[in-house]
């Protein structure tokens, strides 16, 4: 018995939204703000800078971490953009990295920076979307949230303001 290609997708599908609404975790402060229970360790942390040169995180311990993925066709992201940006002023111990999801071009990026009055953040790539199937992610925006140790505490699946009490309530037990 031959199973259709289409039919394995719908298994997959239905697969994944079983095990990501039976994840252990903590959901007190938003529906899309998921804190782990404990802690999950991140293997490698490698994409691109501004300049396609390579940034490897894999070993940087000592301050908390967002990796912001976004897309400048995704208008939650467009959304959320600024209010990351006044985080990354507000509290610059904690180091943001927004990581553009589609083929480099710096062009593109700077000119959606400028349409939404992004000055101060700067953009990195993940051309071969290495990070993206390493943290099994479904949709954009998505924040992954790295703790001292260099360890996934949490992470934001679709838009937040970056700016709100209970998020920063939240970034401060971990700073």
């Given at each position: 018995?031959?199973?259709?290609?289409?039919?394995?997708?719908?298994?997959?599908?239905?697969?994944?939204?079983?095990?990501?609404?039976?994840?252990?975790?903590?959901?007190?402060?938003?529906?899309?703000?998921?804190?782990?229970?404990?802690p999950v360790n991140i293997k490698e942390l490698k994409f691109k800078d501004y300049n396609l040169q390579d940034v490897d995180l894999t070993s940087k311990k000592g301050n908390i971490m967002i990796l912001n993925f976004w897309a400048t066709w995704c208008a939650p992201c467009k959304r959320e953009m600024p209010s990351l940006e006044k985080l990354a002023v507000s509290f610059p111990e904690i180091k943001i990295y927004a990581i553009n999801m589609e083929p480099p071009n710096k062009l593109r990026v700077r000119d959606?920076?400028?349409?939404?009055?992004?000055?101060?953040?700067?953009?990195?790539?993940?051309?071969?979307?290495?990070?993206?199937?390493?943290?099994?992610?479904?949709?954009?925006?998505?924040?992954?949230?790295?703790?001292?140790?260099?360890?996934?505490?949490?992470?934001?699946v679709g838009e937040i303001d970056f700016q709100s009490k209970e998020f920063i309530d939240l970034l401060k037990k971990y700073i």
């Open positions: 018995m031959k199973i259709s290609k289409s039919f394995k997708i719908y298994i997959h599908i239905i697969l994944s939204l079983i095990l990501v609404n039976n994840l252990p975790a903590n959901e007190g402060l938003s529906k899309n703000v998921i804190i782990h229970d404990k959606f920076f400028r349409e939404i009055g992004v000055v101060s953040l700067n953009s990195y790539f993940d051309p071969k979307l290495e990070l993206v199937k390493s943290f099994k992610m479904r949709g954009l925006p998505t924040s992954i949230l790295i703790d001292k140790n260099g360890d996934e505490f949490g992470r934001v």
